[in-house]
Nanobody
Framework: QVQLVESGGGLVLAGGSLRLSCVAS????????MGWYRQAPGKQRESVAT???????NYADSVKGRFRISRDSAENTVYLQMNSLKPEDTDVYYC????????????????WGQGTQVTVAS
């Protein structure tokens, strides 16, 4: 079993910055990618930023140039540096670990963290 624990959310004024962290623990042999998603009440969860094993990153258009995702593969940790925050960035942010294999010949699974609230006040 793999657990993801997020931290770093909170309340910030528009224009401010926050840094989210997510640590994956448990038996992890391989992991394809890690990423951050967000979801507002009544809306679908959307991808914010992802980073693969080889460092390839992908960002939602709405956060390009403001957010930066990074990863410490040795520590199974992913970060999201969020700058120039806007009220519309207010959401619950979820960490994701994609295609995690815990047994050599076993299946892969997708894991989610419990979410961390980010609130941007105008």
């Amino acid at each position: 079993q793999v657990q993801l624990v997020e931290s770093g959310g909170g309340l910030v004024l528009a224009g401010g910055s926050l840094r989210l962290s997510c640590v994956a623990s448990g038996t992890i042999l391989t992991m394809n990618a890690m990423g951050w998603y967000r979801q507002a009440p009544g809306k679908q969860r959307e991808s914010v930023a992802t980073i693969t094993n080889d460092g390839t990153t992908n960002y939602a258009d709405s956060v390009k140039g403001r957010f930066r995702i990074s990863r410490d593969s040795a520590e199974n940790t992913v970060y999201l540096q969020m700058n120039s925050l806007k009220p519309e960035d207010t959401d619950v942010y979820y960490c994701n670990a994609d295609r995690v294999r815990s047994e050599r010949w076993g299946p892969t699974f997708n894991y989610w963290g419990q979410g961390t609230q980010v609130t941007v006040a105008s």
